[in-house]
């Protein structure tokens, strides 16, 4: 990919923040991080272990309807060997909600108990929720306050402040806007980030962007790939470019004189997997990803 795909995004307010982060974190009693079960490695911020310590943490592995489910309970026995505990989620359709509050009680049983032995049960549960953008929170938080409390778009960067939210079970949750990583050590993280929406789009190339997910999906997913636009053999022997082209012919997407038009037939094709029309995808394994860095 060129230049411009090398992607580094990091907004002012994301390094505020982390200070909101560290400055709030004696008000909780555990941190609910999200991410994207899509990319569960590279949709976690590194520094995060880093800054709760040792606070308990339940991470969310959210958007599991859109990913692969083989790859999601991989993940999921990956991140248990590690001592982390995860769910899969998904926060639109509310799959796997119902055990947050559970899971969570268990990862706080000793403080439950103490509480008990002073006479506080009715103290309530503090959650800090933290996660990239777009990973998810909002959905995450209106689904357990079972409102629409706090503003949800599809496009990174929504939540800019922190904000209590009040649940029904004796919990309250802490909103904390998205974190990303100050730099991307490795360009790939970035790229798979902007496959999934979690980098701006008006930032990067979005048509090297769509040839290197045509890359990745000819490779993971060649079957989901040439079902969901209609070609098998059409496809053999074609390059990147070669296949978003055969795309855009293959949805009519013409310029004059019958020319694929590829910018149209990228944007459209980042869409489609964004919005899980491709199928269910996962883009990164743990034993790929490598060792303790999940954490």
Not at 42 to 63: A, E, H, W
Request: aromatic letters at 4%.
């Amino acid at each position: 990919m060129d230049n411009k795909t090398n992607i580094n995004w990091f907004p002012g307010h994301m390094a505020k923040t982390r200070r909101l982060i560290q400055e709030n974190l004696y008000l909780v009693d555990i941190v609910i991080e999200i991410r994207d079960a899509r990319i569960p490695q590279s949709s976690r911020n590194p520094d995060l272990g880093n800054i709760i310590g040792k606070k308990p943490r339940l991470v969310l592995l959210n958007k599991c309807d859109l990913a692969d489910p083989d790859a999601t309970a991989k993940w999921l026995a990956f991140l248990k060997s590690i001592g982390i505990t995860a769910l899969a989620v998904d926060c639109k359709s509310g799959k796997g909600i119902s055990r947050v509050v559970p899971t969570v009680r268990e990862l706080l049983a000793d403080e439950l108990k103490k509480r008990a032995e002073k006479g506080m049960s009715g103290k309530p549960l503090r959650m800090m929720a933290v996660g990239i953008p777009n990973s998810g929170k909002s959905s995450f938080i209106n689904r357990m306050a079972g409102s629409r409390r706090t503003k949800v778009e599809d496009r990174p960067g929504v939540t800019r402040g922190k904000q209590w939210v009040n649940l029904e079970n004796g919990m309250a949750l802490l909103d904390m806007p998205g974190v990303l990583m100050p730099k991307f050590e490795d360009k790939n993280i970035g790229e798979l980030l902007a496959f999934t929406g979690a980098v701006k789009d008006d930032i990067i190339d979005t048509q090297a962007l769509a040839m290197r997910l045509v890359s990745l999906l000819s490779q993971k997913y060649p079957l989901l790939l040439s079902e969901r636009y209609g070609f098998s053999n059409e496809s053999s022997g074609l390059d990147e470019e070669g296949i978003i082209n055969l795309i855009a012919k293959k949805r009519g997407m013409l310029l004059p004189g019958g020319i694929p038009d590829f910018e149209r037939a990228s944007i459209m094709l980042l869409d489609e997997f964004r919005g899980g029309k491709l199928g269910k995808i996962t883009l990164e394994l743990p034993e790929i990803s490598g060792g303790n860095r999940s954490k």
